[in-house]
């Protein structure tokens, strides 16, 4: 098997949340039906927010919350209740909201110094997914957004992590923030049964068309799910520098 990949260009950024919301949905009553828990990394930054709140909205059927294991794609070095967490936004935009039991989120002890944050998060994988030494983690879904550089998670170019290729989970130093990252890594991401891009807005066109259409080798770019799904839901604004899709 490979890896099978669609790009889906949709005109407003409401419609792309909307589309988004009924990927996660359609996935999380797949998985839970047939395998009776759907895990899910979500991403962060401020793009997934219109997503979270719209799947806690009322107007999104019943979702089996209790069946969702959430987990995170990075996470800033920050306090979780720091206002750049990424589980702090998660929290606030979602898991408040919905009847998510306290257990089934794995949030990154970014209380902890990086490196043991990483530790302790590679850890809680290994023991959720029942994992024997060296084996990566599969997800059902992971989540993901793109930096105007191409970055994705906490994947950033000229980085440490760009080309870790053996550890799931990383504490990465970014030099331009001056601060750790603890980040999932390309052997657990290209482990996952879905992988979904969420892009909103002309600031990432160009990091776009870099990666989908000239082929860039972008942090982005090196998502490759091996037996996997890979879906790019890009609005029209994001995809404004695409030559026509076919
Ligand atoms: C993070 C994210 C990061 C994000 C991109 C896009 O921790 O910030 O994981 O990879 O997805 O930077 O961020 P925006 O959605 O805010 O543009």
Known sequence: MSCVSEIRVINTPQELFQAAAAEFIGLAEHFVHGHGRFTVALSGGSTPKHLYTLLASDVVPLIAWDKILFFFGDERHVPPDHPDSNYRMAKEFLFSKVPIPPENIFRIHTEEDAGTAARIYEETLQRVFKLKTGEFPGLDLILLGLGPDGHTASLFPGTAAFDESSRPVVANWVE????????????????????????????????????????????AKRVQPRDGRLLWLLDRAAAGELSKID
Do not use: E, H
Request: charged share 15%.
């Open 176 to 219: 331009k923030f001056q601060s750790y990252r603890i980040t999932l890594t390309y052997p657990v991401i290209n482990n996952a049964a879905n992988v979904m891009f969420l892009v909103s807005g002309g600031d990432k066109a160009s990091a776009v068309r870099q990666i989908l259409q000239d082929g860039v080798d972008l942090p």
